[in-house]
């Protein structure tokens, strides 16, 4: 197996995503996610133009990492500026990482109308920075920013540059697709050529954007050229489209291609670590996303599922448990039975398809989607009526009564609406009120909040998502709605549920179901 050695800039070139930013107890916390999958080293900013990451790094002293190496990023010293007294090279240092990323000029376009300095300046740019860092950390890996388009440009000069760093001691010269705009051949290409032009004197490294949804693909092309260290990010987001996707990198190069990336035992992590760097992102983890999304291992055709019962490589590239996901069944008519067998058997393994179990769970389902239910996206409902036909489920409290009060317009200080909820959990019972923005909200909050003295675990459950679709188009005000919740608790994600001519009451079905589901889970 070939090694890989790979950086997340997540904390760096993620956090340049729109709508992104991290506290410096996000950033911890992401830094100890990466270290758990066992990613060597983990660029965690930029000091120079962030006094915030300055803060960050000297708390992050106190973490005991396991696999990875803390960076700090930083550029070359400015034109005409002796290095020394370069302000933002001095924060760089003074991070006090034992791996620094410095980034320069490859791109003669650059140069001479961004930088606005001479060719031959640039050089001595890259030279005096390498040199002054060489002597203050233990690696340094150099990122040649624009390479690509560089080399395009003027070949002999973003060598040229090349050249300027391995001579002051660049341990890694990582390429840059910094515009996202390069084909998978014209990455291995150039990769090749530098690979041969200092073969043995330094490590070859790749950093793409995903502007032309080519990030993967020119990564895993750099890498058959001969690179050997890879940026990206661990679920892919980052300046504009993104950096190149980490989680689906490592899965490529670890599953199919005969690197190693991160030790084998740890692959199976993937999943987990991309949810909860999502989840302290903020962000929703696209179902989508190779591997680690929840619908990477999903199966909605009748004829799929029976394939994949057989002989699961039928319609699978690689087993879900190969990097810690799930496979999943959807419910629905096309389903049929034998889906729904499956889906109950993942519950209680024991159950066989002629079990009286199964026929009260098909004809509950029959029954639920005339009523407009549907549960093909509610796998967390979907468990719950198994349970509950199996006779293994026992009601976590019971709802005495809730009270929703709306005001319009709201009053600045207050949110628009609040919500009482009575309940009782084993002949206690519990009266709890709580605002929200919106009467759902209200009735979420209000209803946790009572719960939570009996079940501290809810605590930590989120809803993620919330949609409403109508069921009876043509006469919308007396139709009936589904309410679908998505709730997470951090490490994994569920939804639920409801359906009702009240939207309210849709919503309450949903999220009795989420808290219910949650439960049962402990
Ligand atoms: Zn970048």
Redesign the pocket.
């Known amino acids: 197996m070939k090694k890989v050695e790979i950086l997340d800039t997540t904390l760096r070139?993620g956090a340049q995503s729109e709508g992104i930013s991290f506290s410096v107890r996000d950033k911890l916390a992401i830094v100890e996610t990466l270290d758990g999958l066992g990613i060597a080293l983990v660029e965690a900013g930029n000091p120079g133009s962030n006094p915030k990451d300055l803060e960050f790094f000297q708390e992050a002293r106190s973490l005991r990492l396991k696999h990875a190496r803390l960076a700090a990023f930083g550029a070359t010293r400015r034109p005409g500026v002796p290095v020394e007294d370069d302000p933002q090279v001095r924060s760089l240092v003074e991070a006090g990482t034992s791996v620094l990323v410095i980034f320069g000029k490859s791109w003669d376009l650059h140069v001479t109308e961004v930088l606005k300095t001479t060719l031959v300046e640039n050089v001595r740019m890259i030279r005096d920075t390498l040199l002054h860092a060489r002597t203050r950390a233990e690696r340094v890996v150099y990122d040649a920013e624009h390479f690509f388009d560089g080399y395009r440009a003027n070949p002999d000069y973003a060598l040229a540059t090349l050249d300027a760093a391995v001579e002051a001691g660049a341990d890694v010269l990582c390429l840059?697709d910094?515009n996202g705009g390069r084909f998978p051949e014209e990455i291995a290409g150039a990769a090749q050529v530098v690979r041969a032009r200092f073969d043995g004197r330094t490590a070859v490294g790749v950093?793409t954007?995903n502007d032309s949804g080519l990030a993967v693909a020119n990564t895993l092309a750099a890498v058959r050229a001969g690179a050997t260290h890879v940026q990206g990010t661990l679920v892919g987001f980052?300046?504009r489209c993104g950096?190149a996707n980490l989680a689906t990198i490592l899965a490529n190069l670890q599953l199919k291609a005969g690197y190693t990336c991160i030790p084998a035992a740890k692959v199976s992590g993937l999943t987990a670590a991309a949810r909860r760097v999502a989840e302290i992102a903020n962000i929703v983890l696209a179902d989508d996303q190779p591997y680690v999304g929840a619908k990477a291992f999903t199966h909605k055709a009748g004829m799929h599922m029976d394939g994949v019962r057989k002989c699961s490589e039928s319609f699978e590239h690689v087993p879900p448990e190969s990097v810690g996901n799930a496979r999943r069944f959807l419910i629905s008519e096309i389903a049929g039975r034998s889906a729904v067998l499956a889906r109950i058997q993942r519950i209680a393994p024991k159950v066989q398809k002629t079990d009286k179990v199964v026929d009260e769970v098909v004809a509950r389902l029959k029954t639920l989607e005339q009523q407009g239910y549907q549960f093909e996206g509610a796998d967390g409902s979907f468990e719950l009526l198994v349970r509950k036909a199996l006779g293994t489920h026992q009601p976590f409290f019971t709802l005495e009564h809730y009270q929703i009060i709306g005001e319009r317009p709201a009053k600045n200080d207050r949110e628009g609406a609040a919500a009482i909820v009575k309940i009782s959990v084993e002949g206690r019972t519990e009266i709890s009120a709580a605002e929200g923005d919106g009467p759902v909200n209200a009735l979420d909050r209000s209803l946790r909040k009572a719960l939570e003295r009996f079940y501290p675990a809810l605590a930590e459950v989120r809803l993620t998502d919330y949609k409403v679709r109508v069921l009876d188009g043509n006469r919308a005000t007396e139709a009936k709605v589904r309410v679908l919740i998505e709730s997470t608790d951090g490490r994994s994600v569920w939804t639920t549920v409801g359906v009702s001519t009240d939207i309210i009451e849709a919503s309450w079905f949903a999220l009795v179901d989420s808290i219910e589901y949650k439960l049962s889970r402990q």
């Open positions: 070139d840059c910094t950093h954007h980052g300046e950096n």
